[in-house]
């Protein structure tokens, strides 16, 4: 994870629901590549198509609520969303998303300042968001050490793996 | 116990400090808990993955692992049973020999609840975001996704924010035709989708006393709904009876302080409520049912099941409104049971009989018409009265359809009427 992340804004409202983002019907879908199709089909349709790697998605509140289903988010990595910036964000979609190394931002206001397509940069230790085009901003609390630290890994899976590796060093098992 | 801040702990401050070894913690702190119970559903088949990657090669304790498959059993998809297959596997590879597979299966928060695998005092997961409804226990049960589930299964440990908790003190007694799910989706309405995210919910007073586990299981379900974290009622005698016959592992009741520290607390009086509904598109867009029941508002189809009133209490309310009348034509009314066990006890019962007669279709257990994925699917502009926990929009199918929610004797007098009704009408 960068300190720095810049991207293209695209925006949501509130209450966007893990139904919204990818539909029960698509749950049988493991492929990471065949779920990014049908990403946000029912709340931005357009997008699935239109979003390139790098991309930033603003929220309103509540973002990710209802099921536990991390197809969500994972659609989103496959796509190569830079970042989730939110007003607020419902807490399983929050962790799915931080485990899966995608930085979710709780950003109070940071709807209001966003349009389709602005330019946003995002400072994760200063915890600010710029508008870039307007230049307006939002700070937010920076995420706590632990959760920053699992971003940097790279993700939960990353941070595991050398846990468990430097606990069989320490036992002098061979790994 | 008072804590250094000169206030009591909360449940779930008592509970997460049991579970990660300390003897206080407070809202904020980042603790690491270790985990008594963890549960895989389908969505299960996506920790086998990242287990592998993250080298894990053992399960961290298999007798505390439970698998019950639920969203479509039998598969109804190729997809499904690929997921299925994937688990059967994993559990054969990884000695996880507590599947609850085809023919013992059962949605998984039922499966949960009726063997005994969550017992007072636990810090349970499941990957899925009804494993609240296991808090009724009082334990904090909440669902984590997969890959935070393969990281449970290779250490046994979560990492989890110690949240704030909400206080919702019931009284009253409830009226004839009204029952505890219109008193959570009252409260839903009161305090909206939002108005516990990440926080801990608690309910008490002498109303949730006297609630059956059932019921219990019923408002700590719908916690979910309010975005909590985990929903729970302290244990009593009526846990305890409960789980004593069935508990796979030992109890460790614990209450809140009666100077516990609440960051809010809702009161709420039963007395005179009418029954609820939550009409379309969110949990929380609650109305008196009387006021919708004015609208004549058409159904399609009639949905009593789910993790949230599809239990043998559910099921003999319902059956009881259902005898000897008949399905509104043009209505379409599914019947499924939460697990296997209720399954056979209907049948026994002539519960099944009593719906088929009727013309409903009574069901194999599953998560069945509740998620839009299995069975029971709605058209575009299709009206659906459900017993579930959620009507956002897509969920049962179609984004028109349009979902209301409520309780299971309201689902049966909207089922024979065909238009939205009141079960007081049919008493
Ligand atoms: S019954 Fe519905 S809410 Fe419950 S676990 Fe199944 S899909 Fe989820």
């Known amino acids: 994870m960068h300190e720095v992340i810049e991207g293209r804004v695209w925006t949501l409202g509130r209450d966007v629901d893990t139904d919204q983002i990818i539909s029960g019907k698509y749950l049988t879908i ?34 990710g609520s209802g099921s536990s289903r991390e197809h969500a988010p994972q659609a989103m990595r496959a796509i190569g969303v830079g970042a989730v910036v939110a007003d607020s964000f419902a807490r399983i979609f929050f962790r799915n998303a931080i485990n899966l190394g995608i930085p979710a931002i709780e950003a109070r206001g940071v709807r209001a300042i966003f349009e389709m397509g602005d330019p946003a940069r995002i400072e994760m230790r200063a915890g600010r968001v710029t508008n870039v085009r307007t230049g307006r901003l939002v700070e937010f609390p920076p995420l706590p050490p632990h959760l920053l630290e699992l971003l940097d890994a790279g993700g939960l899976v990353e941070k595991v793996r050398r846990d468990l590796e430097a606990r069989r060093h320490a036992a002098g098992a061979p790994s | 116990m008072t804590g250094a801040n000169g206030h009591g702990a909360t449940l779930v401050e008592k509970i997460l400090a049991r579970a990660s070894g300390l003897d206080r913690v407070v809202p904020g702190q980042i603790v690491e808990g270790q985990v008594d119970l963890a549960m895989m559903h389908e969505q299960g088949a996506q920790t086998v993955a990242p287990f592998h990657q993250m080298g894990a090669d053992r399960v961290w304790d298999p007798d505390r692992v439970v698998i019950a498959i639920d969203h479509w059993v039998p598969a109804s998809t190729e997809g499904a049973a690929v997921l299925h297959r994937i688990l059967r596997k994993f559990a054969a590879e990884t000695g996880l020999s507590h599947f609850y597979d085809v023919g013992q299966h059962g949605i998984c928060h039922q499966i949960l609840a009726e063997n005994g695998w969550v017992v007072p005092g636990d810090l349970a997961v499941g990957t899925d975001s009804h494993t609240n409804m296991l808090g009724a226990m009082g334990a904090v049960a909440t669902g984590i996704g997969p890959t935070e589930m393969a990281a449970v299964l290779a250490l046994g440990r979560l990492w989890l924010k110690v949240p704030t908790s909400l206080e919702i003190r019931v009284r009253g007694e409830f009226g004839k035709g009204v029952t505890a799910k219109d008193l ?78 609440y960051e809010r607390s809702v009161d709420v009086d039963v007395d005179g409520m009418p029954p609820m509904v939550a009409c379309p598109y969110s949990p929380d ?68 009989e009593t719906f088929t007669e009727a013309g409903a279709v009574f069901t194999n257990s599953s998560c069945s018409a509740c998620f839009g994925g299995n069975m029971g699917i709605l058209a575009p502009d299709e009206v659906c009265a459900s017993s579930s926990n959620r009507n956002f929009p897509g969920r049962m199918g179609a984004k028109e359809a349009r979902i209301y929610l409520m309780s299971p004797a309201a689902v049966v007098a909207t089922a024979i009427r065909g238009e939205i009704s009141d079960p007081r009408e049919m008493l």
């Open chain 2, 285 to 352: 867009n609650v109305r008196p049912l009387p006021d919708v029941v004015r609208e004549h508002v058409k159904i399609d189809q009639a949905f009593l099941g789910s993790c949230t009133n599809a239990r043998i209490e559910d099921l003999r309310e319902g059956a009881a409104l259902m005898k000897d009348q008949k399905v509104a034509p043009g209505v379409r009314f599914i019947v499924s049971p939460a697990s296997t066990k209720i399954y056979e006890q209907c049948l026994r019962e002539g519960i099944i």
């Open chain 2, 184 to 261: 959570v989706l009252r409260v839903l309405g009161e305090i909206r989708t939002t108005g516990a995210t990440y926080r801990s919910v608690e309910f008490s007073g002498p109303t949730v006393r006297r609630l059956s586990m059932p019921e219990r299981f019923t408002i700590c379900n719908m916690t979910t709904e309010m975005g909590a974290k985990t929903g729970m009622v302290a244990p009593d005698s009526a846990t305890f009876d409960y789980l004593a016959p069935i508990a796979k592992h030992a109890m460790h009741p614990l209450a809140p302080d009666p100077d516990a520290q």
């Open chain 1, 30 to 63: 493991i492929d990471p590549e065949e779920l990014k199709k049908h990403v946000f089909e029912i709340a931005l349709p357009e997008f699935a198509k239109g979003a390139k790697a790098g991309d930033i998605i603003v929220a309103d509140e509540n973002f």
